[in-house]
């Protein structure tokens, strides 16, 4: 595919993507809040289990909810599924566009593992389909009763595939399938567990029968899963803006650390709309991000596991390596074959833009070395460590 073609795919896909999951993602914060905040309490007939009085967009709603099914089921009934069936679709295009179409650029980093692109694809797809499996397994065994036990046998699995997906694949490529999989799982819920049981609920109310209350739970059980994983799914969405997490060295951890954050928070929320209080899981979150941050803090250069430099690094030699390791995708005309603009708007093609850009060659080419984009220029530890040292030793261009 021309990298332009790709380009605009990309574009059109992942922007229908975040629509449909801004919508998914709102109308099931919506119906979580609904369920928390009913007045279970006032004084409505005897069928219905609680009522809701909102005020938005200038005008006023009242909400009833019925304890099992209404005596008839209306001719306009509304689901909320294609939310959640479009956002796993598109989804599941850009892993296409964006891993599969390049996974040797993006999928593999060679200082991880040395994998083919068919393997490193293969692990990508056997993540989203295996995690399901074991998921859906796990629900249908007892301890989906045990809310807290079942939250942290979860958790331990999702943080050990993190752990296995980060040495195989690279960084960016294992948080992303950490966040696929549980994304597979949310939309599977819906499609295989919660829509039909919601149909065999409007069928049995149709046909005069009492729904069957199993089917009911497990809708409940699974959304309320898909709930907790909300916040985690997102970070990943959005973790490639951010190498300090999935380039550093315990990328694993910080990906689970940052999980347990996303999780507490959804619970500080879900117990706050029922009106009881976990007011310790916000400083508690706020805590865990310092300390994250603080894990993640970029080394001196000494420290950075790269080669020593005990001598002045001339510019001479900073601007040779630059321009065999980074110009072919940061320049004015680019010459790699996939990445056809300056990427991220960055070029080195004069000193200044060079000098200019220190802080940032610092993180990305010598700290947390996720630049060049997969090594795919061959830099060698020499070369960013020569690099670093010309930084820390202020980055001059004229000697
Ligand atoms: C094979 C292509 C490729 C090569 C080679 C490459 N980059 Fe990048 N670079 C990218 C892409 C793609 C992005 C945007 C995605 C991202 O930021 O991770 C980017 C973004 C950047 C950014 C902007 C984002 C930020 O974190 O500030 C900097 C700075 C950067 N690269 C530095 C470098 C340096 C320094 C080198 C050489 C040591 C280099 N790159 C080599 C592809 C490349």
Known sequence: MPPHVAEWLNLTVRWIHFTVGVAWIGASFYFNWLENRLDREAKVRDEIAGELWAVHGGGFYYLEKYKVAPKRIPERLHWFKWEAYFTWITGFLLLGIVYYHNARAIMIDPAVADISSGTAIGIGL?????????????????????????????????????????HVLSGRAAYMHVGAMLGTCMAANVFFVIIPGQRAMVEAARAGRPPDPAKGRAGAQRSRHNNYMTLPVLFVMISNHFPSTYGSPENWAVLAGLTAVGMGVRHYFNVRHMRRHAAWVLPVAALAMAALAYVTRPHPVARAGLPAVTRTVSFAEVQSIIGRRCLPCHSRQPTDDVFRQAQAGVMFDTPEQIAARAP????????????PFGNKTGMTDEERALIGAWIEQGAHIDR
């Open 126 to 166: 056997g993540t989203l389909l295996l995690g399901w499996i074991v998921y859906d397994r796990l629900c249908r065994t007892r301890l989906v009763e045990h809310g807290v036990a079942f939250a942290i046998t979860g958790y331990v699995l999702v943080a050990a595939l993190a752990y296995g997906l980060t």
């Open 360 to 371: 940032r060659i610092l993180v990305r080419a010598v700290q947390t070395r996720t630049m």
